[in-house]
Every structure is written in structure tokens, then in C-alpha cells.
């Protein structure tokens, strides 16, 4: 069964930058494009970053644009998501997932808790 | 930005009966909608895609329908394990929207 394992996240001040990874194992991670999301204490989900199975295709959302940066390596089956200038708004629980358009068996992981504290 | 709007925001209910989400879209999103459950400090599940396809494992007792604005899903016989929060997704264009959950409480 394939799983996802998030790590990275942590307590950080406001301004400063923090590097989330997504673990991937069994599955064929270099054929599924795979989403950020991410949930704030107690808020519903909100879609953060979206990045194809080569990279070709990226996708930021308007809140994380220019500040967020999502890349993979497929070579080692991982994902990342580089957060830099954090804001008091980006504290919330990041989970990787595979995006709901990829036709193999969906993915998610357990999610890592990002706080941004001044 | 498409606005996914979901109701109701809470539902009553008990086991065994038969539950009703909606979700409405801003504009048309054809079929490219998604379901998810998400229980307390689990990341959320997806159960259905593309509006009425259940994803494989996911009990019979769900089931999916609609296209372009406004979209169903529909409960069977609820179990306990069902007591979640259901969010639905649009996934047509980007930013990917959300609706804003509905939790299902015990009567």
C-alpha cells in the first residue's frame, strides 16, 4: 500500500523560512502529481501547491505565491515544500496527497504542524 | 477563484439513517468534483472522484452524483466509522477550492 510520511514541520517565528519533505514508498511515485494542502487549528482544507509527476506543471495558491516552493525528486521518491517569509496565517497542519485526478490508488500522508509564532 | 459552498455545516444523526451533503459550485465544474472523510487527527481520505466514482475500498453505502453546479453525497445506512467531516473538492482548475465541511454528529 503506498503511504506518504511528512516531515519538517516545527515552531518557527514570524519572517523565517522552514522546509517541509514527503516521503513516498510503494507506489510508483514518479507517475503521480501530488498536492499540499493544509488545514489550520480548527478550519477546514485549504489547497496550498500542486506539482505534476515530471515537475512541468506548477501551481501555487494566491496566499503561498512567491513566498512557497514545491519541487520533487523522483530519483528519491520525495516532495518538498521550501516556506520561506512565514506568516502567522501559514500555522496549520501540511499534508501531502495525491492530486484526485491521478487513476492509481490514492495516497495521502499523516500530516506535520507548521507553527509561525512572533 | 471557484466558490465551493457546502451544506448543511452540521448534521444530526444516528446510525442507520440516511445522510444527504451538497455542495454547490460557483460555476460549472463539470464532473470534476472529489469527496473526502477526514476524522479527527487523520489526514483527510478521498472517497470519491470525478463526482460518483467511489474510489476502490470505500463501502457501497456511499455514492456520489451531479454535475456542473451542484453535486450529492449520499449516505446509506450510516455505521458508526461514518461519523467524520465530509469536505467536497473541484479540482478543474486552479486554485483548487474546497467546500468548507460538513460534520456529522451523533444524534
Redesign the interface.
Known sequence: EGRLLESGGGLVKRGESLRLSCAASGFAFSDYAI?W?RQAPGK????VS?ISSSSSHI?Y??SVEGRFTIARDNSKNSLYLQMNGLRDEDTAVY?C?????VRG??V????TLVTVSS | DIQMTQSPSTLSTSVGDRVTITCRASESISGWL?W?Q?KPG?????LI?KASRL??GVPSRFSGSGSGTDFTLTINSLQPDDFATY?C?Q?IT????????TKLDIK
Request: hydrophobic residues 25%; glycine residues 12%; aromatic residues 22%.
Open positions: 498536492n494542502v477546514g482544507l485549504e489547497w500542486s501551481y495558491a494566491a499534508y496527497m495525491s492530486d484526485p485526478k490508488d490514492p495521502r500522508g499523516q500530516g | 472529489a473526502y477526514q487523520e489526514a483527510p481520505k478521498l472522484y474510489e476502490a469536505y473538492q479540482y486552479y486554485p483548487y477550492t474546497f467546500g468548507q465541511g
